[in-house]
């Protein structure tokens, strides 16, 4: 078995969060071997902490900790003792997701090591339905891997727990808006912490421009952090997009840094008051996953910066943690992989998806997209919270309008199309709702 690639600190923790955490506990005893520590004391207080709870199912505290001691021998007792205070006295020293996210890879991938050396050491005998079972069950061990807390509710006792996080969430907490207000009225106030909402458009329909205004409202509005996750193209580019929508200059004089001084001033003031609350990143790897996006989070969190809001552009070109033999079920699972991503973390989401390749009249025949147009995996819409489409036909697109429909909400059925003013020269979609139109939503033809 490998031993921890952790430093001794991180190590602590987790023996810390141990007897914290009697779920975490149970966890690491099913999980992990005190072979993995690198340190004699800290396998010694694993050992400990899986005898105690093996006898009163419990973890163990620091008292029964120190009294342990009685039973090392004289010549450890010093050493012993000092890596007892020293895990008592660090506590964790890290987020707790982390050490259970950092963790649970580990023992992933250590499952894996493991089936593959006894895999091969059967298939090299001639034993290969032997080999592949020992693989196959791997898998389910390995997805059944999970540190985190057990979703269990007592109705009836936590009634007031509940309500009080619900009045809180109510004094202290808010949506964020779309842009559209009826559309806010009609979802309860906006995209909600812990929402995906997803918005669906053909190729060069607007669906980063979109998401950038998504941004840029939140900001503007809230001033809560952003997070604009970039998975195709440059970081610049989205910031030229920002850049023209906070200083209402041309998009076009943005990019040739031909901006006004008297516009550069006033994007000089609004920036130093909202300085370190966007953060643009790309990641445009063939083979991003979940994964990177939460690492990225983990270390904007070492710098102070804990996103509200995160902009993924856009969820169809992320990548499946598990092998997936199919671009739908990349897809699939993917789009589960963010939406825990975003329960776990509780920040708002905003993404996008790409629609099935359009008919040769969809850009001059006025229609409206709706669920049944996602490509590639339809199952993508089960999983976000709220979803609608942008619509646009090059007539529209010339005289700066936009007819954006929203069709489902996990809470409210909504239903309804607005046509929006959408001044790309200034980057600008959600400038005012012009009027609510009538829903055409049939095949074009």
């Known amino acids: 078995m490998a031993a921890f690639q952790f430093e001794v600190g991180f190590q602590r923790s987790i023996l810390r969060l141990m007897q914290l955490d009697d779920v975490f506990c149970l966890r690491c005893i099913k999980h992990v071997s005190a072979s993995y520590f690198t340190a004699e004391p800290l396998g010694w207080i694993f050992s400990l902490f899986d005898q105690y709870w093996q006898t ?11 009294g342990a001691l009685r039973h090392v ?3 450890k007792t010093s050493q012993y003792s000092s890596e007892i205070e020293a895990v008592i006295g660090t506590g964790v020293i890290r987020d707790e997701a982390y050490v259970k996210s950092e963790l649970g890879e580990f023992c992933k991938r250590n499952l894996f090591a493991q089936a593959h050396q006894e895999s091969a050491r059967l298939f090299n005998t001639g034993k290969t339905v032997d080999a592949y079972d020992v693989m196959a069950l791997a898998q389910d061990a390995i997805r059944q891997v999970d540190f985190g807390a057990v979703d269990r509710q007592w109705y009836f006792e936590e009634l007031s727990d509940r309500q009080r996080e619900r ?11 779309t842009g559209i207000q009826e559309l806010d009225v009609l979802t309860n106030g906006g995209v909600q912490p812990g929402e995906v909402w997803a918005v669906l458009a053909y190729a060069k329909r607007c669906k980063t421009t979109w998401l950038c205004n998504q941004g840029f409202t939140s900001l503007r509005m809230y001033g809560d952090p952003v997070l604009h996750i970039v998975l195709e193209g440059h970081g610049r580019q989205i910031a030229a997009k920002y850049d023209a929508l906070f200083s209402g200059a041309l998009y076009t004089d943005v990019k040739r840094g031909l901006i006004s001084p008297e516009r550069y001033g006033e994007l000089q003031a609004e920036s130093a008051h909202l300085r370190r609350l966007l953060v643009i990143r790309t990641l445009n790897d063939w083979d991003v996953t979940a994964l990177d996006i939460k690492a990225e989070i983990e270390e904007l969190r070492s710098h102070n910066f804990r996103p509200k809001l995160m902009i993924l552009d856009y969820v169809d070109l992320l990548r499946s943690r598990y092998k997936a033999d199919s671009e739908m079920k990349h897809q699939v699972e993917s789009s589960r992989d963010i939406k825990r991503l975003v329960n776990a973390e509780g920040f708002a989401c905003w993404t996008a998806w790409q629609a099935q390749r359009p008919k040769a009249n969809a850009n001059t025949q006025e229609h409206v997209l709706t669920s049944g147009s996602v490509a590639d995996a339809y199952a993508k ?5 709220a979803f609608g489409s942008l619509n646009a036909t090059d007539d529209e697109m010339a005289r700066g309008e936009m007819r954006v429909f929203w069709e489902g909400h996990r809470d409210a059925p909504v239903n309804r199309c607005w046509l929006i003013n959408n001044d790309l020269s200034r980057q600008r979609m959600v400038t005012g709702v012009i009027s609510t139109v009538e829903v055409k939503a049939e095949p074009v033809k």
């Open 56 to 66: 009163y199912h419990t973890t163990c505290g620091d008292i029964a900790l120190r």
């Open 73 to 75: 021998s004289p010549d």
């Open 167 to 177: 009045y809180m969430q109510g004094q202290t907490g808010h949506g964020y808006s």
């Open 381 to 385: 819409v089960r999983i976000v919270d």
